[in-house]
């Protein structure tokens, strides 16, 4: 099973970018890759989606629509998540994920097999 490990997490300003990655202890080109983020006390929200095994098409939720993107490299089997014009409901436990979800459930954090351990983000106004 494919191990993961996020870094990159830290304290920002609003307005401020991160930068998070996601270290996968194998290829990561037959899943589906997300990342998400939770909140203590709600549930896990997916953010971003690439679908490496389909045709690596992107998705995003709304929320983080234009400015959160989402990319991998293949080769040091990495998974990114560039994040501009943080804003303080930014702020949780950022996870990336693999597994293979339907089309129509992409974002619901069941379908997914393997998680890391997550890293934390905090945008302060």
């Known amino acids: 099973q494919v191990q993961l490990a996020e870094s990159g997490g830290g304290s920002v300003q609003e307005g401020g970018s991160l930068r998070l990655s996601c270290q996968a202890s194998?290829?990561?080109?037959?899943?589906?890759m997300g990342w998400f983020r939770q909140v203590p006390g709600t549930e896990r929200e997916g953010v971003a989606i690439i679908d490496i095994a389909v045709d690596g098409g992107t998705k995003y939720a709304d929320s983080v629509q234009g400015r959160f993107t989402i990319s991998r490299d293949r080769e040091k089997k990495t998974l990114f998540l560039q994040m501009n014009n943080l804003k303080p409901e930014d702020t949780a436990m950022y996870y990336c994920a693999a597994g293979y979800p339907g089309e129509m459930t992409m974002f619901a954090s069941y379908e997914y097999l393997y998680w890391g351990q997550g890293t934390q983000v905090t945008v302060s106004s």
């Open positions: 194998e290829y990561i080109s037959s899943y589906c």
